[in-house]
């Protein structure tokens, strides 16, 4: 994990817009990640084969959330509000998954951030009212 | 299912707003449904404690979002985007998993559909540029 943008999240970075930042976290451990295509396509398949280890994986997501909100609570402040919180992490984590199936199933051969930033400009059209 | 909203959805309504009208599609199935709170709770617990019924219900969840595909077709004509689509159902999904979660785990006399709007309500402030 990049610490200088933890450091840079919990200070209010580095755009000031909770969903942005989230999601510049989730693009600096892609960046980080040598995982390939073909390594996501088995851990996915591995997965299906063997749901007790889609329950460690939901289990393994929930901590990760949780050691987050530490940094969320110092950026926010007295402002801080968890359910707020909730719904911006859901928002990227479901434009992620969105991503990957895309990313694993179409054949395209666009980045796995690409299509990330793509869905996440996607979501935000489709909420402008 | 609601036949005549699901005709309403197909010919663009009832709003016109692709995620709302997808909401108004769950907010129909959650009114005419008589699960309690009690048999929500029960059936989260049941899938905790065996991961197969998880992966069931994931692929009955797909099922279900494949039968509804026909219906977004209709309603899109030549504009249909399945991208889009999938990220207007990933919204309403994560929206409504967060509402439930809220429901069964907080202390709160609030009702599903109420959490589920307030849900949607935040995403979209969350996404205002």
Known sequence: ????LLRTFSAGGPTGHLVDDLAAIVLAILRDSPETRED??????VMVENPRLIA???ER????VE???????????GHFDRRRLDVAIG????????AMERYLDDDVETDLSSLFTASLATARDLLAT
């Open 91 to 98: 928002l990227v984590l479901v434009c992620f998954h969105i």
């Open 61 to 64: 997501l929930r901590q990760s």
């Open 40 to 45: 996501a396509a088995r851990g996915r398949q």
């Open 1 to 4: 994990m990049d610490e200088e």
């Open 56 to 58: 460690l994986a939901a």
């Open 67 to 77: 050691s987050c909100v530490v940094h969320a609570e110092k950026r926010e402040g």
